[in-house]
């Protein structure tokens, strides 16, 4: 079992940054390498928004994060970070880390096929 805890959430203006976190701890090294951030908005469905192929760096944006958000790893802290600058009032919704299955272009983004969340972290700019 894998439990993932995010952290870096927080409230910005429109324009700013911030830095979400998400540790994994319990058994990571048997368990699905790909790890992704997904949010959700009100009323909105959940989305992934990035991805990443732990070890190999091998990464997935959606459009509307893509040159804005980076995703990345410390595979020594079992740590995955997602780096988020110029945001604006879309952006906020709450953010989930997952552990899951295959990161491929195609299926990365497919929620059901994750295993493990966190509990999320909100992300509020104003």
């Known amino acids: 079992h894998v439990q993932l805890v995010e952290s870096g959430g927080g409230s910005v203006q429109a324009g700013g940054s911030l830095t979400l976190s998400c540790k994994a701890s319990?058994?990571?090294?048997?368990?699905?390498?790909?790890m992704a951030w997904f949010r959700q908005a009100p009323g909105k469905e959940r989305e992934g928004i990035a991805a990443?192929?732990?070890?190999?760096?091998?990464?997935y944006y959606s459009d509307a994060v893509k040159a804005r958000f980076i995703i990345g790893e410390d595979n020594v802290k079992n740590t995955i970070y997602l780096q988020m600058s110029s945001l604006n009032s879309e952006d906020t919704a709450m953010y989930y880390c997952?552990?899951?299955?295959?990161?491929?272009?195609?299926?990365?983004?497919?929620?059901?096929?994750?295993?493990?969340w966190g509990q999320g972290t909100q992300v509020t700019v104003s």
């Open positions: 990443i192929y732990a070890g190999e760096g091998r990464t």
């Open positions: 997952a552990r899951g299955g295959s990161c491929t272009s195609t299926s990365w983004r497919a929620s059901e096929k994750y295993s493990y």
């Open positions: 319990g058994n990571t090294a048997s368990s699905p390498q790909c």
